[in-house]
């Protein structure tokens, strides 16, 4: 399985709350096909009033899967759901820094659950009409948020890699994470079976940010391109998003508004706020305080300083100076930057107006976002920016509107765009490219827009939600271990080939297999067992069989008239016969062996 994220976009349909009460929002009329559990906003959003649910990947045999790989930590939210499941039994990959950041961010989706001071009904999804989200189109697969237990649990199972670190699963295939460029840790991954190939490219990033750049060589020339989240939205480039939050920032303060910046603990947020600082001293508004509130802020803003070896080359000299690699650690100390638990913890101490706040949920239905939104919304000079691009502007609002805030929609999706993909397709040359046909389509309101259509000069495998396509894996050598003392005894000639002259030599020897590793030891003349060649004839084996007292009981043309099907007295044993291959199906290990003898009796034996 590539990635196990869940649909957080199912959040939406829910009705906000927070640590403390927030009567508007609870006060909003019940609509009346059911009442109590459905609100209604006063721009006809309809909202269940009940605890949040997501969605997991449905259409998901957990039995089959044999590993998970991981490419960042926005692709891990249904891992707990997928994990504490009986029937999973498999290994799941990611690496140090994607299982940590990937955790803080569940874990503060959590908190900001538990922080409610009364407890949600609970609703049975079922219930709910289709009508009032497209979510609830899969109710029946909608689970409810997990607890900070089951989290813990969950990802002290996960296997931590590093870069460029072979995984090998079970023998059968090579698994090698690749810097991805998009967050610390992120990774592209290389599987090959064999020769054959397959480069999986989720979530990745050619910008430049404090991460270490994206590896494109090692992804080159694979059999199979698996493509997937490119940016959400690709009509906003992340550098004209963060130059634009900068501006509206600097203007709302000066105006003597506060700004909110509903966002996730981790990722953008380490850009983000470099960005904000060198705005803010070139605008002499350095003593405007930034307040980070989330459950999550002591590890969320620590930790990126001790993973080093994860950051780019200009993050990595700071270490040797030595100097931390992200401003916001010194900040923190001269007390330009301020971070709680939540609001409650302290927050007014350092409050004043203008301030910046960043604080969760970016959904707007849970966390300290929502307190504040709902305590600032009434206000023209204040501003809130919405800068993750997962959530709907309209959707993720229209619980607060109308309001007297001004919004304004910034998504900050480093992921690369329509005509980043484009070229990268070009650049590693793949066999085929799989990817979601939506892609292919530019969107309803740029239906002229080139540069939002993804092109391809491979050959294209559209795969489209819950549909399943065939890879025909083609036959490919297999590199067999040899011992030493077969080595000692290769003689080496030149052999001429359509690609010039290769080196080659004769070896014989024990072909064994473990754990799908072949070796080929010494030979052992008392294992060793005859080689079978020849042409097993129908009639002949009839007359054998007979003879022996296994008279046929059917026998059954099969396929072009080349295949039989023999089916013996006992009426549960039976030989397929076809030009290349004999099947033998029995009862019993006696009869198998009986009827083998019988077959290699008419062949030649080497």
């Known amino acids: 399985m590539l990635d196990c994220a869940a649909n957080v976009a199912s959040l939406t349909p829910f009705l906000p709350f927070s640590a403390l009460q927030t009567p508007r929002l609870e006060n909003l009329p019940s609509h009346p096909d059911m009442p109590g559990v459905l609100k209604k906003t006063p721009g006809g959003m309809l909202l269940v009033d009940s605890s ?37 039994h498999g290994r799941v990959y990611a690496t140090e820094p994607c299982v940590l950041m990937g955790r803080l961010a569940l874990i503060a989706l959590c908190k900001y659950i538990e922080q409610c001071p009364t407890r949600r009904s609970e609703v049975d999804m079922n219930s709910i009409p289709s009508h009032v989200h497209s979510i609830f189109k899969q109710k029946s697969h909608m689970r409810q948020v997990y607890n900070k237990d089951v989290i813990d649990s969950c990802f002290a199972k996960i296997t931590p890699v590093r870069y460029n670190e072979q995984v090998d699963l079970f023998g ?33 990033s050619k910008l430049t940010n404090h991460t270490l750049p994206m590896e494109v060589i090692s992804l080159a020339n694979p059999d199979v391109l698996l493509l997937s989240n490119l940016s959400l939205n690709p009509m906003y480039f992340p550098d004209n998003t963060l130059s634009e939050v900068c501006n509206v920032v600097t203007s709302t303060v000066k105006s003597g508004g506060n700004v909110l910046i509903p966002c996730h603990s981790t990722g953008v947020i380490l850009d983000l706020i470099e960005w904000l600082i060198q705005n803010l001293n070139k605008n002499s508004l350095s003593d405007v305080p930034i307040i980070i509130v989330s459950p999550v802020a002591d590890a969320a803003l620590a930790h990126p300083d001790i993973y080093g070896e994860w950051l780019n080359d200009a993050k990595q000299a700071k270490l040797y100076i030595p100097e931390l690699p992200f401003q916001h650690s010194q900040l923190i100390k001269s007390k330009r930057i301020h971070h709680f638990s939540n609001v409650a913890d302290g927050m007014r101490e350092v409050y004043k107006t203008p301030c910046i706040v960043f604080a969760g949920h970016p959904s707007l239905r849970c966390g300290d976002a929502v307190l504040l939104l709902e305590k600032w919304r009434d206000d023209t000079h204040n501003a809130v920016i919405l800068i993750e691009s997962e959530f709907s502007f309209a959707t993720t609002l229209a619980p607060f509107l109308p309001m007297s805030m001004r919004s304004y929609f910034c998504p900050i999706d480093p992921s690369i765009n329509y005509s980043q993909a484009s070229k990268l397709i070009k650049d590693i040359r793949p066999k085929t490219v799989v990817t979601s046909p939506t892609y292919f389509r530019a969107p309803v309101t740029h239906p002229n827009r080139c540069d939002l259509v993804l092109v391809s000069d ?78 097993v004839e129908l009639q002949e084996l009839i007359a054998v069989l007979t003879s022996k007292g296994l008279t046929p009981n059917k026998v059954e043309t099969l396929g072009a008239g080349d295949h039989f099907l023999i089916t013996l007295s006992d009426h549960s044993s039976t030989i397929t016969l076809s030009p290349n291959v004999t099947s033998i199906s029995a009862h019993t290990g006696k009869m198998r062996h009986t009827l083998q003898g019988i077959v290699s009796s008419l062949l030649v034996s080497l």
């Open 172 to 204: 059968l295939v090579d698994c090698v994470p690749l810097p991805a460029g998009h967050s610390i840790g992120s990774a592209n991954w290389v599987i090959k079976a064999g020769d054959y190939k397959i480069s999986y490219v989720s979530s990745s």
């Open 458 to 535: 491979a050959p294209v495998v559209e795969l489209g939600v819950g549909e399943t396509v065939n890879l025909q894996q083609p036959k490919t050598s297999i590199n067999v271990e040899l011992s030493l003392e077969q080595l000692d005894q290769l003689n080496m000639q030149p052999l001429k080939t359509s690609d010039g002259y290769q080196l080659v030599s004769n070896v014989s020897g024990m072909l064994k297999a473990r754990d799908n590793k072949p070796t080929l030891g010494a030979p052992n003349p008392s294992s060793l067992r005859s080689a079978m060649y020849g042409e």
């Open 52 to 88: 949040l649910h997501l969605v997991p990947p449905d259409q998901v045999d957990v039995s089959l899967i044999d590993a998970i790989l991981i490419t960042n930590n926005s692709q891990m939210s249904a891992l707990p759901f997928i994990m504490t499941d009986p029937d999973f």
